[in-house]
Structures are given as C-alpha cells and as structure tokens.
C-alpha cells in the first residue's frame, strides 16, 4: 500500500513534448497524482516533483528533454525529478546519467506513477523502472484535460509496421488497443470533464480493434452517440488503413469534423520503398482525391520527411512535383534526424544537413502558399467554431468544421460553445480570419 500522507499537499508540475498521444497520458498522469494529493501547478512554477514526459522521434526532441531537466533543477535543486515517454524508454541509461533525474519511467510504467514514487527523497543513484516492451500487450487508455474545449482521446498504442527510418516500435511496443466498449467510456469520462470536442488519438489509429475482431470504422460509429460531445477529429491516420467506409461515414456525420491528417512522408516511390511504407504515390493520389470527392472543402494535412537517407536530388524533385500535384491543405514537414539502431542508417547516400534545412524550406513555402490559398477560399462564407478562451487581449479564437482557425472579439462567457460566425477576412498575419458572430 502507498502512503498518501506523504504526497498531501505537494506540488507537481508537468511537461510534455511530442505528439498528441503523450498530451493525453500527461494528463491521465496528472490525475492519477491529483488521487492522492497532488496539487498541480505550473511548469514554470517551483514545484516539489515535475514530470517531463518525452519524445525521442528526433535528436532535436532529446536536447528539449535535457534543457527541461535544467530548467527544473535550476527552479528548484531539491525537487523530485520523472522522466518518462519515448526518450527514456529508448535510452533510459543516457536519460538516468543526466544530473538531477531521480526516476525513470518507461511508457508503459507511466500509467502507474504513483506506486514508483516513494518518498519523493533524492537519490545518489536514479531508479529506472522500464520493461521490455516489445513484450507488453497490455493497453492504457488516457485523455487529456485542462483544455475545456477539447481532448486527447487515446484510442491505440505502439505499431507493427517498423517503417527504416522510425523507432516508434521500440519505445512503444506493437499495436494494441482497447475494446470499443471501454473506449466508449472514456469517450464519456473526457465529455464529463467538460470537452466538446474530441480528437482521437494514437500511434496507428487505423489499426484499432485489429487483435480483438473490432475495427477503427466500428468505433467511429459507436462514438456516434455520445452524449456532450459535439465534435470529433482525427488525428493522423496512414493511407493503407483510410478507408472509403471511413471517408464516406465521416462526410456523412454530423459530429465527425471534415479533416484529415494522412502522412505521405515522401512522394517519391523509390524513397517510400526505402521507408518501408505500406503505399506507393499513385495510391496516396487516389486517397487525397477520395475524400475530396466526398468532402471538397476539407481540410488535408499531410506530413512529409526531407532528407532521408537516399533522397537524392533527384528523388527529392520528384517528391515536390508530386505535393504539388495533389489537393492538400497544409504540410508538416520534418527534417530527417538519424535515429539509432534503425535500419535507415545503412541506407546510401546521406544528405548533408544544410541540404535537408533547404528541402524543408522549400516545402514549408509551398505549404504556407496552399495554407493561405485554402484559408481564402472561405472568405465571404459562414462557418460554426468551437469557441477556445481568451488568446490575446480582445479577441478569442476557435477552429471552424474544417480547421480554419478564427479570431472573434472576446467574450469570455461563449468559451466552450459552438458559435456560427461569418468569415470577413485574412488577419494580417494571415494566420487566421477575422470573424464576426452572427
């Protein structure tokens, strides 16, 4: 048994760096914290125990991680210090060397927390409490709260596809899931906490429910009829597993919001073999096409990797011409960071670095330009926004069914409702559209 007195009135602060997927189990964190005594307090604030949930996709995401250490200890020298996530379950010797880290949780010690705690007493030597968890099946389900207006509902874990260039694998496990039935209730808890919208999310969420008989598509009808939550998002989900059910299903919802995040990672079928990903160009063009079949005024997100280990110029003119052939709305695009022990670093030839920063300059001019073009296709029309609370003095803002982000003139009492305003124009940042409520 824990002794809770000792955890009475304590200050917890969290941080969390990555995806989507670690928002909502910082926050399932958090709360099991809360449970018994925990007071949770700002990042910036001198806190007896922070907690750093990590992403380790880039050597980028790492050096965060190390910084955010020295921040606490320089905060606070005699706080407890967690890491957990992806970073200390790839490297937890690397990350337990790091002055000041008292605990070490891998990702799927994480959910249990409390029982790793103690007595919150620095140490000499750090604790690490990371399994092998290639081996673990077991599923924890987390949403995120704190944010009134949305949550992070995490429907799936780990991943069975191995692409060369990811080590997503390794720090999460293979692909598992809840039942619809328990997801349905967690769906339920997030509404409760007070979230009108949901996004679903995960590592491979398109693979859900494949161990138990269930599939992704049964589950975005089951979320259907949940009562208080108005609108539902999903989060990036991989081509081979969009299906045109789902497509279909969601341009006919009332609640499932047109907008897709579907990674490409390159446009180049020579490249996407050398990924090892499940697709070739001329699939993903169909895919894009599909949901603007259903959907035109969707939003499409699509991610793209420059610099990978064989993308010869070549190849990497190839990519652009294809991205720009096809009708998406916005690219995230990464700069390829060399990732131990995968199996893209035996690939030939390297890219010098500069050269990546270049293709993503290149990319991210052509993703502002589509970004923009999207945005005013909207100008002169309605739309209905989730209202966020308050942004900058004066105004608020909030995402309209297909993700253009709206500023309004504030009115703190209309956080958290849906909201139909009409789209005057661009702001001057051109970052958003000034809205008007009607």
Do not use: W
């Not at 949403?143 to 069975?160: A, E, M, V, Y």
């Not at 990519?319 to 960071?337: A, C, M, N, P």
């Not at 920063?357 to 991210?364: D, G, I, S, T």
Request: hydrophobic fraction near 35%; aromatic fraction near 8%.
């Amino acid at each position: 048994m824990i002794d809770s007195s000792i955890f009475q009135h304590k200050q917890a602060a969290f941080h969390t760096l990555g995806c989507k997927l670690n928002f909502s189990e910082t926050s399932e964190m958090s709360r099991r914290m809360a449970e018994v005594g925990f007071e949770r307090v700002d990042f910036d604030s001198r806190a007896d125990v922070y907690v750093i949930n990590t992403c380790s996709v880039t050597e980028e995401a790492n050096r965060k991680c190390r910084q955010m250490i020295k921040r606490c200890i320089k905060r606070n020298a005699d706080a407890f210090i967690v890491v957990t996530g992806c970073y200390a379950q790839l490297e937890p010797q690397q990350v337990a060397a790091i002055e000041g880290v008292d605990l070490v949780l891998g990702s799927n010690e994480k959910n249990d927390i409390v029982e790793h705690l103690s007595n919150l007493q620095k140490k000499k030597d750090t604790d690490i409490v990371a399994g092998e968890i290639m081996k673990d099946k077991a599923f924890k389900p987390s949403f995120s709260s704190g944010d009134r207006t949305r949550s992070f509902l995490k429907i799936q874990d780990g991943c069975d596809y191995f692409c060369s260039y990811c080590t997503i694998p390794f720090a999460r496990g293979t692909s598992r899931s809840d039942t619809i039935e328990n997801t349905i209730a967690e769906a339920r808890c997030a509404a409760q906490h007070g979230a009108k919208e949901i996004i679903l999310t995960g590592v491979n969420i398109g693979d859900f429910g494949h161990r138990n008989g269930e599939s992704f598509l049964q589950l975005v009808e089951a979320l259907e009829g949940v009562s208080g939550v108005e609108r539902y998002r999903i989060s990036s989900i991989e081509p081979n597993l969009l299906t045109e059910d789902i497509i279909r299903h969601v341009s006919q919802s009332s609640k499932f919001m047109p907008h897709f995040h579907v990674p490409l990672q390159s446009g180049s079928d020579a490249v996407l073999q050398l990924m090892r990903r499940r697709y070739d160009k001329a699939f993903f063009a169909d895919k894009i096409a599909c949901i603007k079949h259903y959907m035109p005024h969707a939003f499409i997100g699509i991610d793209v990797i420059v610099g990978v280990n064989g993308e010869t110029e070549e190849c990497f003119n190839e990519s652009h011409k294809f991205i720009e052939s096809i009708d998406f709305s916005q690219l995230h695009v990464f700069t390829y960071s060399e990732r131990p022990n995968t199996m893209a670093l035996k690939i030939k030839p390297v890219v010098p670095i500069p050269e990546r920063h270049r293709r993503n300059a290149v990319l991210h001019d052509l993703s502002e330009e589509r970004r923009i073009a999207f945005y005013k296709n909207f100008i002169g029309s309605e739309a209905t926004i989730l209202v966020e609370s308050s942004e900058k003095e004066g105004k608020m803002s909030g995402f309209t069914e297909n993700y253009l982000k709206v500023e309004i003139p504030s009115h703190p009492e209309l956080t958290n409702t849906i909201q139909r305003v009409r789209l005057d124009m661009l702001t001057l940042d051109k970052q958003a559209i000034v809205g008007t409520l009607i």
